[in-house]
Nanobody
Framework: QVQLVESGGGLVQAGGSLRLSCAAS????????MGWFRQAPGKEREFVAT????????YYADSVKGRFTISRDNAKNTVYLQMNSLKPEDSAVYYC????????????????WGQGTQVTVSS
């Protein structure tokens, strides 16, 4: 399994932007589908975005479509989540995840997870 470490979270005002990064090690990064999920207090973990191994196929949750962009740099073993026009309801712990299969919105399909990074959006 690949090891994942997220970074880039923080406190931002509504309407602001953040870019999350997830660095992978211990595996062949370019063979993994990567996903971003988030979990707010008292809520279940939810899908945010996913990208295939080449970066040519992406899917987004309806709640973030048009505001968030997932991308990857296989040379740097890193996946990114650019978050624009942030809203207070985007506040959560954001996790990146990896799986060696086709893109999926289901957290149960992913077998490697990072420790998460906190994103807080103030109103």
């Amino acid at each position: 399994q690949v090891q994942l470490v997220e970074s880039g979270g923080g406190l931002v005002q509504a309407g602001g932007s953040l870019r999350l990064s997830c660095a992978a090690s211990g595996g062949t990064f370019s063979s993994y589908t990567m996903g971003w999920f988030r979990q707010a207090p008292g809520k279940e973990r939810e899908f945010v975005a996913t990208i295939d191994w080449r970066g040519g196929l992406t899917y987004y949750a309806d709640s973030v479509k048009g505001r968030f962009t997932i991308s990857r740099d296989n040379a740097k073993n890193t996946v990114y989540l650019q978050m624009n026009s942030l809203k207070p309801e985007d506040s959560a712990v954001y996790y990146c995840a990896a799986v060696r299969r086709s893109v999926s919105r289901r957290s149960a399909d992913y077998d490697s997870w990072g420790q998460g990074t906190q994103v807080t959006v103030s109103s």
